[in-house]
């Protein structure tokens, strides 16, 4: 042992291009955060060219987050090369990303462009990029379905001209795992001057293998694995970089190899992620669903108490479940609590641990035993949001058999005080209807999830909202023992998102 892989996170754009996932530039700075904690090596923090948005949220990363990498993508055409350079420069450690097709179904119908001079287009964007900095990435969009001959061709070329890092996509998750490991060891061992650049891999899901083609690639000399946090990323995603950094770790006598992830904090991240996304993880999820250490049958419990290992091949602990998931209590002071606070990650300022501390106390009363679950959902309300143009104050709901339910719901409207009530099919959509009165706002409402966290009639319910505003998304969350409330909340937080976007415009 041992190679190290480079985890090269695209959360930001790739994952970003998942159909209703797009974050604001808060959001992002949030994840990119949470990406550094995790130990990435690279974070791909967006398409700076694509619009103003994207280049400031590119920027604001490059300039606050310290540790990783800091990438920004590129076509290979000068402007996009030069936005790219621009948003990224600040960062500690700046990389360009610039990519052009090399198969022929892309050659002919997308670019129109010759096999020579999609070489030639590849070495020129590399120079230029090396014009900028030293660490250039280049990737071979569609590399899976690209002829063998070619694409060793313009991976040679492209190292020549500078790439310190070269890239071999299956961009539309086509390729099978033994043929994919292959490709990387044809290329490891034709290519010269191989050992001047890293070789990557970005793998999509369409067939549910892009683990799988990962993890062959790995197994075949790859060096740098581009995954995404719960494998979010464009049509059915990206392979999911809590499954490869597990597996990696899982089998490593297999794998011989290692990362730099500080794997406790995957639960925390993959949890920010579908928070802020929307994206809600299946339960069946490898890694981090909420099945993923549940043992339901009596068979397997028996096992499992007798000795872990019989039905567990990784812990909980090593995610950063912790075993003893009760936390915290009404009787519990602001000492302790800060403390649990840091054990789970979150090194908050005081002000942010007073406003937490606030909420915890009103949840305790409401509910005898707070989990860590609960703290995550009360972290995510309370101290990751924006500022609020509305604020819910108070609300009734009322549903009587036979009667048209009603909710009277009590708001600010920056800053102003706004009352209305309203009738519906039932309690949530009488208190949907009335919050839409006080906001004039009708955007549809295109998704509403319910999910309890942890168990219990007193557990917290979380909502999940989806409101539509031309082709974005606004997504709203809301935690509360009263699920009426929990619902009001998701609301007017995805409401807050997009007041905010239309007053702002800034990202798109
Ligand atoms: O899937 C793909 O080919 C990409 C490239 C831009 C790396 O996302
Ligand atoms: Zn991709």
Redesign the pocket.
């Known amino acids: 042992m041992n190679d190290i892989v480079r985890i090269f996170d695209t959360t930001l754009r ?1 994952g970003e291009q998942s159909p209703g996932c797009s974050m604001n530039i808060e959001e992002k700075i949030r994840v990119a955060h949470q990406l550094a904690a995790l130990k990435v090596d690279v974070i791909e923090a967006g398409f700076p060219v694509a619009s103003p948005g994207d280049f400031e949220a590119v920027r604001e990363v490059a300039r606050k987050v310290k540790g990783p990498i800091i990438c920004g ?1 590129a076509r290979a055409v000068e402007k996009d090369i030069d936005a790219a350079w621009d948003a990224v420069k600040e960062a500690e450690h700046p990389r360009i990303h610039t ?1 052009i097709a090399t198969s022929d179904l892309h050659l002919q119908f997308k670019l129109k462009m010759s096999r020579e001079q999609v070489l030639e287009r590849a070495v020129w964007a590399v120079r230029h990029a090396r014009k900028h900095t030293e660490d250039v990435e280049f ?1 071979a ?2 590399a899976a379905r690209s002829d063998v001959d070619f694409l060793c061709r313009v991976v040679e070329a492209v190292i020549e001209a500078g790439a310190t890092t070269v ?1 071999i ?1 299956d ?1 539309v998750g086509y390729a099978i795992p033994e043929e994919f490991g292959r490709l990387i060891a044809r290329i490891l061992e034709k290519v010269s001057h191989i050992d001047r650049a890293v070789i990557s891999v ?1 793998c ?1 899901n369409d067939l549910g293998l892009a683990v799988s083609n990962s993890l062959a690639a790995v197994r075949n000399g790859a060096r740098q694995v581009e995954c995404t946090i719960n494998g979010i990323g464009e049509r059915a995603g990206n392979a999911a970089m809590e499954e490869v950094v597990m597996a990696i770790r899982t089998r490593k006598n297999f794998f011989d190899v290692t990362t730099g992830i500080d794997t406790k904090r995957i639960h925390q991240t993959s949890r920010l992620v579908s928070d802020i996304t929307g994206m809600l993880v299946q339960a069946n999820k490898a890694v981090v669903g909420a099945n993923a250490f549940a043992h339901e049958s009596g068979i397997h419990q028996d096992g499992f108490l007798k000795k872990q290992e019989t039905y567990e091949i990784m812990t909980p602990e090593s995610i950063g479940l912790s075993k003893s998931t009760l936390v915290l209590g009404k009787h519990s002071g602001r000492h302790a609590f800060r403390t649990r606070l840091d054990e789970m990650g979150y090194h908050l300022s005081d002000e942010e641990v007073n406003r937490a501390f606030e909420r915890f106390k009103n949840l305790a009363d409401a509910k005898k035993e707070i989990f860590d679950e609960d703290i995550i959902a009360l972290i995510a309300e309370e101290v990751y949001r924006m500022p609020d143009i509305y604020e819910l104050e108070s609300m009734e709901a009322h549903s009587i058999t036979g009667e048209r339910p009603r909710a009277r719901v009590r708001m600010r409207v920056d800053g102003e005080r706004v009352e209305m009530e309203s009738t519906g099919d039932g309690p949530v959509d009488a208190a949907y209807s009335a919050i839409k009165k006080i906001t004039k706002n009708d955007s549809p409402l295109v998704g509403y999830f319910v999910k309890g966290i942890t168990g219990g009639t007193d557990a917290q319910g979380e909502v999940t909202t989806r409101v539509r505003e031309g082709d974005q998304i606004f997504i709203g969350q809301g935690s509360d023992t009263d699920i009426i409330v929990a619902s009001a909340k998701s609301y007017v937080n995805a409401l807050n998102k997009l007041e905010n976007w239309r007053r702002n415009r800034k990202w798109e």
């Open positions: 790739d993508l990519f990737s969009e569609d890239n996509p961009t970005h999509h």
